[in-house]
Antibody
């Protein structure tokens, strides 16, 4: 059974870069046709897809994030990462990592989520 | 930014059948699969329905999905108190080249 676990700072200052890592256990990040994804949920609000990376290099990002987002894979550590630059209070959210089986939104494994607050 | 429209709330009594709608457009639901997620407070969402109407193993057959044109629906029959949760639809959008989520529907079991 694949398990995902998010990690990273819980507090980030405005204008700085939010960096999170999702550690994958129970399977190799390089095996299978999976799309390693980030999704977030602002307090009291709905889900927002941030983007995903397909091992081998293809990435897709939410256009609303206007070029601030980068998702990368480190196969040697069996994890993938999220970098979100120039953060504001609007980026305060619970951040989930997930594995998409299809690339179209079939998120069949999720991490438990990590709360990130943007505040000075 | 959500262009998948869901009612913000729905309710029913135990044993009833309730449906939750998800309205999109030709570039999303009209040409791509729909997925449904169930989320309890403080937890990660769980996949309930994939590819419009398929249930992952372990999901009770009380949950069913359907799609027609640019709209989709999640139906829950034999409603139980433990079904009280938030429900989200999701679909790929060809115009945006990304996954869209609906705004979510809070289901209350009266």
């Amino acid at each position: 059974q694949v398990q995902l676990q998010e990690s990273g700072p819980g507090l980030v200052k405005p204008s700085q870069t939010l960096s999170l890592t999702c550690s994958v256990s129970g399977g190799s990040i390089t095996s299978g046709d999976y799309y390693w994804s980030w999704i977030r949920q602002p307090p009291g609000k709905g889900l927002e897809w941030i983007g995903y990376i397909f091992y081998g290099g293809s990435t897709y990002y939410n256009p609303s994030l206007k070029g601030r987002v980068t998702i990368s894979v480190d196969a040697s550590k069996n994890h993938f990462s999220l970098n979100l630059t120039s953060v504001t209070a609007a980026d305060t959210a619970v951040y989930f990592c997930a594995r998409d089986l299809s690339g179209w939104g079939r998120f069949h494994f999720w991490g438990q989520g990590t709360t990130v607050t943007v505040s000075s | 930014q959500s262009v998948l429209t869901q009612p913000p709330s729905a309710s029913g009594t135990p044993g009833q059948r309730v449906t939750i709608s998800c309205s999109g457009r030709s570039s999303s639901i009209g040409s791509n699969y729909v997925f449904w997620y169930q989320q309890f407070p403080g937890t990660a969402p769980k996949l309930l329905i994939y590819n419009d109407d398929q249930r992952p193993s372990g999901v009770p057959d009380r949950f069913s999905g359907s799609k027609s044109g640019t709209s989709a629906s999640l139906a829950i029959s034999g409603l139980r108190s433990e079904d009280e949760a938030d429900y989200y639809c999701a679909s790929w959008d060809d115009t945006l080249s990304g996954v869209l989520f609906g705004g979510g529907t809070k289901l209350t079991v009266l």
